[in-house]
């Protein structure tokens, strides 16, 4: 999703996506498309799925968009983690967040180490036996 609203932009190179999802014109959707042809193609919808979704909100501004994309895997069986850095942190935001996500774990960090030490922590509190 990043690559394509920010990447492809800026003319980073990616992978070759027609190749990837072995279908034509991947490129040209719109990235809302992009991530219903992901879940439905990838994630079979008479399953049921278990996964856990882990979301670092960076720009807390950018909460709005993120829950848009959200909403496409509401029907599957997802457990929610939110990270977000603390010096850039936004009550009103993670209330929302609480709000629309109250099963969901959120977690503020530091600023440092390239958003991986979130990811990592959060690795360790994931029950992976359930995935």
């Given at each position: 999703?990043?690559?394509?609203?920010?990447?492809?932009?800026?003319?980073?190179?990616?992978?070759?996506?027609?190749?990837?999802?072995n279908?034509?014109?991947?490129?040209?959707?719109?990235?809302?498309?992009?991530?219903?042809?992901?879940?439905?193609?990838?994630?079979?919808?008479?399953?049921?799925?278990?996964?856990?979704?882990?979301v670092?909100?960076?720009?807390?501004?950018?909460?709005?968009?993120?829950?848009?994309?959200?909403?496409?895997?509401?029907?599957?069986?997802?457990?929610?983690?939110?990270?977000?850095?603390?010096?850039?942190?936004?009550?009103?935001?993670?209330?929302?967040?609480?709000?629309?996500?109250?099963?969901?774990?959120v977690?503020?960090?530091?600023?440092?180490?390239?958003?991986?030490?979130?990811?990592?922590?959060?690795?360790?509190i994931?029950?992976?036996?359930?995935?």
């Open positions: 999703m990043h690559y394509y609203k920010y990447g492809y932009y800026e003319g980073r190179k990616c992978c070759d996506r027609n190749n990837l999802f279908i034509g014109g991947y490129c040209k959707l719109n990235i809302k498309n992009k991530i219903k042809l992901f879940l439905y193609r990838f994630v079979p919808c008479d399953i049921k799925a278990n996964i856990a979704v882990v670092h909100l960076y720009y807390m501004e950018s909460w709005g968009e993120i829950r848009t994309y959200l909403r496409y895997i509401d029907k599957f069986n997802c457990d929610f983690y939110f990270t977000y850095c603390l010096n850039s942190c936004n009550e009103k935001i993670l209330n929302s967040v609480r709000r629309e996500y109250p099963n969901a774990i977690k503020g960090y530091e600023n440092k180490g390239f958003d991986v030490g979130p990811f990592v922590d959060i690795l360790s994931i029950d992976l036996k359930k995935i």
